[in-house]
């Protein structure tokens, strides 16, 4: 056993640290937000961005306290994909904010047949646990957000 050496300083004078010495994060705005899924793949065109199809932009993207809105346009009004893209964007974003933010989706009104139905699967949480738990639908994700982490930021 190391024999205990004696304190440089056995009676050390502790100082008050001001509260305004503690960085406050800064909060979360559209702009990160957007740069989080602006680089995600599209899955049939997957050299292609959601920004460089415009299925997401800045201007779409709503932030209210921990409420994020992000307003997909589906590049047809029959996209098969539509809620894939979706699906992508909200793991994007559940992975990357905080877990006290919420995140739901709108379509932009006039560009998907089915807006409704496909907003009502997005926000369900329970449907897209559900999704996530499916091997192959995961390697899709992934692979669509496989650039997310490179591009756009």
């Known amino acids: ?6 304190l440089d300083n056995p009676n050390p004078t502790i100082f008050e640290v001001p509260k305004s010495s503690f960085r406050q994060p800064d909060p ?4 990160e ?9 599209d899955p049939e065109f997957p050299l292609s961005s959601l920004e460089d199809l415009q299925v997401v932009s800045l201007d779409r993207v ?3 306290g921990r409420n994020v809105t992000v307003e997909i346009r589906p590049t047809q009004p029959h996209c098969s994909s539509a809620s894939l ?3 992508a964007i909200g793991v994007r974003l559940m992975r990357s ?9 709108t379509v932009q009104e006039g560009s998907y047949i089915s807006a409704d139905a496909l907003c ?10 559900a999704a996530c738990e499916s091997p192959m639908l995961m390697r899709t994700l992934e692979s669509m957000l496989e650039n997310a982490y490179k ?3």
């Open 151 to 153: 591009r756009g930021t």
């Open 120 to 129: 009502k699967q997005l926000n369900d949480k329970e449907r897209v646990a």
């Open 62 to 64: 709503y932030i209210r």
């Open 33 to 41: 937000v957007f740069d989080l899924i602006r680089s995600i793949s």
């Open 85 to 87: 893209i979706g699906l």
């Open 1 to 6: 056993m190391v024999a205990a050496r004696p």
């Open 28 to 31: 979360i705005d559209s702009q």
């Open 97 to 105: 904010l905080p877990p006290a933010f919420r995140v739901t989706f």
